[in-house]
């Protein structure tokens, strides 16, 4: 299985910083047929279901505000918030979309000062 | 618009059989793969199995021995049952559609396991 090592645990931040969040792959999650790295992050705020934000490393979903950018490729990729809102206090997740048993970080928890 | 509506009881007894439907709306269960992820209280997500668009299925294989996913594509329907439920078996299921990643997700809802 891929091992999904998903950090930090938790972070609080004020309104308006930069925030970073990691994920490091057991092995890479890049496919080379197409050379598409096959993580996706989602946001889970409290007492929700989560919600896609972002496919295939560093793709916006649908709707999801242009302060959310996903990087990275092979092992290591990162989700990145420009200028934090109250609204994004939630749960964050990354899974490894490239084999199964589908796995996931065990996610880190946004805070707002 | 696509939706996703998990049902089934809040409480199991251990040892006992959970049953849940998810009743799908806006798409195919002959298109689209339905998946099962499940989160205990105040932890992260399990991916549990899916039932794919031709009817095939898939398990994690820590669940595997206990778990059932079946469907019933007139009724826009995908069905989990597992057996010999555990207290560590509570938590909220998630049904879910796949396409690529989990773009749709139900509500989810909550199970105990409690005598």
């Known amino acids: 299985d891929i091992l999904i090592n998903q950090s930090p645990a938790s972070l609080t931040v004020s309104a308006g910083e930069k925030v970073t969040m990691s994920c490091k792959s057991s092995?890479?999650?890049?496919?080379?047929?197409?050379?598409?790295?096959?993580l996706a992050w989602y946001q889970q705020k409290p007492g929700q279901f989560p919600k896609l934000l972002i496919y295939?490393?560093?793709n916006r979903h649908t709707g999801v505000p242009d302060r959310f950018t996903g990087s990275g490729s092979g092992t290591d990729f990162t989700l990145t918030i420009s200028s934090v809102q109250a609204e994004d206090l939630a749960d964050y997740y990354c899974?490894?979309?490239?084999?199964?048993?589908?796995?996931f970080g065990s996610g880190t928890k946004l805070e707002i000062k | 618009q696509v939706q996703l509506k998990e049902s089934g009881p809040g409480l199991v007894q251990p040892s006992q059989t959970l049953s849940l439907t998810c009743t799908v709306s806006?798409?195919?269960?002959?298109?689209?793969?339905v998946h099962w992820v499940r989160q205990p209280p105040g932890k992260g997500l399990e991916w549990m199995g899916r039932m794919r668009y031709n009817g095939d299925t898939s398990y994690n294989s820590a669940l595997k021995s206990r778990l059932s996913i079946s469907r019933d594509t007139s009724k826009n329907q995908v069905f989990l049952k597992m057996n010999s439920l555990q207290t560590d078996d509570t938590g909220t299921y998630y049904c879910t559609r796949r396409a690529g990643p989990f773009d749709y997700w139900g509500q989810g809802v909550m199970v105990t396991v409690s005598s």
């Open positions: 295939g490393a560093s």
């Open positions: 806006g798409f195919s269960l002959t298109s689209y793969n």
């Open positions: 092995q890479s999650l890049l496919y080379s047929e197409n050379n598409q790295d096959y």
């Open positions: 899974e490894q979309t490239y084999s199964y048993p589908l796995t």
